[in-house]
């Protein structure tokens, strides 16, 4: 009696999954836009892994007269369906990247800044799938820098950005 009722338990947890689970996108290309500490936007890449999971690609870059740098994080995200058309979704990653600081202007007693990083990343966020093959999403992204210069003199970065991807 106790196994039926475990198999039928487990069968059941199954089909609820399955029903609640939407289909991510194969692919989806876009920008990300955000606050990432100087770093500017980000071309932002999503791949799908399974029917839950992604991967998530994204550079980011600043060209400017006294700033210069790339930063590229890789995230491996776990999405759930909330609604139809509705997602939210965590991931953990991390990158590396590079920054030049020119001061130029004294603004800081004249002193420059260079340094490549590694970083460790979280990421939470919430998505909406529309019916022509557009997504945009609103997502936290916690990261830690490891360098010499420690990230620009601070070790911990709070990004919050919006998405605009194109799926296909």
């Known amino acids: 009696m106790m196994k039926k009722i475990l198999i039928t338990s487990i069968?059941?947890?199954?089909?609820?999954?399955s029903m609640n689970a939407q289909e991510i996108s194969k692919n989806a290309l876009g920008l990300r836009l955000g606050d990432s500490d100087g770093f500017g936007a980000e071309i932002s890449y999503q791949a799908r892994l399974s029917a839950t999971h992604r991967l998530e690609l994204d550079l980011g870059w600043r060209d400017s007269k006294n700033y210069d740098g790339f930063k590229l994080a890789a995230l491996h995200q776990w999405v759930w369906?909330?609604?139809s058309?509705?997602?939210w979704y965590a991931g953990l990653g991390g990158g590396i990247g590079s920054y030049s600081f020119n001061d130029k202007n004294n603004f800081n007693d004249?002193?420059?800044?260079?340094d490549t990083f590694v970083?460790?990343?979280g990421d939470i966020g919430i998505e909406y799938n529309f019916d022509?093959?557009?997504?945009i999403s609103l997502d936290f992204r916690p990261e830690i820098a490891f360098g010499d210069e420690r990230y620009n003199n601070n070790d911990l970065d709070l990004d919050i950005a919006l998405g605009i991807r194109y799926q296909f």
Do not use: C, H, M
């Open 11 to 17: 069968l059941v947890l199954i089909a609820t999954v």
């Open 81 to 83: 369906n909330i609604d």
């Open 85 to 87: 058309g509705f997602n």
């Open 110 to 114: 004249g002193k420059d800044y260079n």
């Open 119 to 121: 970083f460790a990343a």
């Open 132 to 135: 022509i093959p557009l997504l």
